[in-house]
């Protein structure tokens, strides 16, 4: 990674440990949590001097060297470190057995805008804001596969719960529909040269013109736009959960394509028997693999690729990536440092110390 090593999440983006290590996680109390709907979603972009939910305290730098962490752990550290609460809502989600690799550049600690940021692209959900204005609280956004806390809430919880998530899901579906909407842009783009891109798009549209330039993230829009109509339905206007299909059938020339997307992070994978076994030559992308795929688009203007085991109920997974298409680049550091580099101006050593 180039510039500041904002995390490395090494085994997987979100690992989900177990019952076994949620129980053993961690004796601390659970952080407080809001009583009712009186939450905003916390917006990066927003946090800044000058932002409607700006917070100093957020740009207190953070530092964490180690593998396996609970994330109730890690917020607790957060707090000592910062004086910012981070719980989960609802209380006790499944959320608090997510475990993490976290490991941070000690010479550059990252700030907690940024850890935070950057958590929430990995777990695919939002936090939440609320409390003092001064001094507001957070909280870490149910995942839309942890059920099961919602069983362990009282009455007035699962109401409280039920109108969070309806807004969320509200929010959602029109960021999705926003998406869905570009499309016919992004298509366009696709065929415009590298100095078209730069001159349209440079400092207009950062966010497009990053997934247009750099070959991982325009092989994964190529492919997603180059799905039938019906499945691009699934992928944008469908369930939450977007297109889950079964790897065997996806056609042999999908499949290759996939397994290309696959090939480009492989630090993502379940293991490497897949990457040896290729190299062999004993398994190929076109043959019938135990797994399945998922394509959606996220609440935060992106595409994501997902190759998992058809049973897949958290854990490990092999991962394609997203790629933002929509959006503020501002919001991520990488993504900007990454677009730098691309239009031959990369940051300067006291841009990176910054």
């Given at each position: 990674?180039?510039?500041?090593?904002?995390?490395?999440?090494?085994?997987?983006?979100?690992?989900?440990c177990?019952v076994?290590?949620?129980?053993?996680?961690?004796?601390?109390?659970?952080?407080?949590?809001?009583?009712?709907?009186?939450?905003?979603?916390?917006?990066?972009?927003?946090?800044?001097?000058?932002?409607?939910?700006?917070?100093?305290?957020?740009?207190?730098?953070?530092?964490?060297?180690?593998?396996?962490?609970?994330?109730?752990n890690?917020?607790?550290?957060?707090?000592?470190?910062?004086?910012?609460?981070?719980?989960?809502?609802?209380?006790?989600?499944?959320?608090?057995?997510?475990?993490?690799?976290?490991?941070l550049?000690?010479?550059?600690?990252?700030?907690?805008?940024?850890?935070?940021?950057?958590?929430?692209?990995?777990?695919?959900?939002?936090?939440?804001?609320?409390?003092?204005?001064?001094?507001?609280?957070?909280?870490?956004?149910?995942?839309?596969?942890?059920?099961?806390?919602?069983?362990r809430?009282q009455?007035?919880?699962?109401?409280?719960?039920?109108?969070?998530?309806?807004?969320?899901?509200?929010?959602?579906?029109?960021?999705?529909?926003?998406?869905?909407?570009?499309?016919?842009?992004?298509?366009?783009?696709?065929?415009?040269?590298?100095?078209?891109?730069?001159?349209?798009?440079?400092?207009?549209?950062?966010?497009?013109?990053?997934?247009?330039?750099?070959?991982?993230?325009?092989?994964?829009?190529?492919?997603?736009?180059?799905?039938?109509?019906?499945?691009?339905?699934?992928?944008?206007?469908?369930?939450?959960?977007?297109?889950?299909?079964?790897?065997?059938?996806?056609?042999?020339?999908?499949?290759?394509?996939?397994?290309?997307?696959?090939e480009?992070?492989?630090?993502?994978?379940?293991?490497?028997?897949?990457?040896?076994?290729?190299?062999?030559?004993?398994?190929?992308?076109?043959?019938?693999?135990?797994?399945?795929?998922?394509?959606?688009?996220?609440?935060?203007g992106?595409?994501?690729?997902?190759?998992?085991?058809?049973?897949?109920?958290?854990?490990?997974?092999?991962?394609?990536?997203?790629?933002?298409?929509?959006?503020?680049?501002?919001?991520?550091?990488?993504?900007?440092?990454?677009?730098?580099?691309?239009?031959?101006?990369?940051?300067?050593?006291?841009?990176?110390?910054?």
């Amino acid at each position: 990674m180039r510039g500041k090593a904002i995390l490395l999440l090494a085994a997987l983006a979100a690992a989900v440990c177990g019952v076994a290590c949620a129980e053993n996680a961690s004796s601390v109390d659970t952080p407080r949590a809001p009583t009712g709907p009186d939450m905003l979603s916390w917006l990066p972009s927003e946090s800044w001097a000058g932002g409607e939910q700006y917070d100093p305290r957020l740009e207190r730098r953070v530092r964490f060297w180690g593998a396996g962490m609970p994330l109730r752990n890690v917020f607790t550290s957060v707090k000592e470190q910062t004086g910012v609460e981070i719980g989960f809502w609802p209380p006790g989600d499944d959320n608090e057995r997510v475990c993490v690799n976290l490991y941070l550049n000690p010479q550059k600690p990252p700030t907690l805008r940024e850890l935070m940021a950057q958590l929430s692209w990995v777990t695919d959900c939002g936090f939440g804001v609320w409390g003092e204005d001064e001094e507001p609280s957070y909280c870490l956004l149910a995942t839309t596969i942890a059920a099961g806390a919602l069983r362990r809430l009282q009455a007035e919880g699962d109401a409280a719960v039920s109108v969070l998530r309806a807004a969320a899901e509200q929010l959602r579906s029109e960021n999705r529909r926003e998406l869905a909407e570009k499309l016919p842009e992004v298509r366009e783009a696709l065929s415009m040269s590298r100095e078209e891109l730069v001159a349209r798009y440079e400092g207009v549209d950062d966010q497009l013109l990053l997934a247009m330039l750099d070959p991982r993230r325009r092989k994964i829009v190529e492919f997603v736009l180059g799905l039938p109509a019906d499945d691009l339905q699934a992928v944008f206007a469908g369930p939450v959960r977007g297109l889950v299909r079964p790897w065997a059938e996806w056609t042999p020339e999908q499949r290759r394509a996939i397994g290309k997307l696959l090939e480009l992070r492989r630090r993502y994978w379940i293991s490497e028997e897949y990457l040896q076994a290729l190299e062999e030559g004993s398994v190929r992308w076109e043959d019938e693999l135990p797994l399945s795929v998922t394509v959606r688009g996220t609440a935060s203007g992106g595409l994501r690729v997902i190759a998992h085991p058809p049973d897949y109920r958290g854990g490990r997974w092999m991962s394609a990536g997203g790629v933002s298409i929509a959006g503020d680049i501002g919001s991520s550091p990488e993504d900007v440092m990454a677009l730098r580099e691309l239009l031959g101006d990369p940051l300067t050593p006291d841009e990176r110390s910054a």
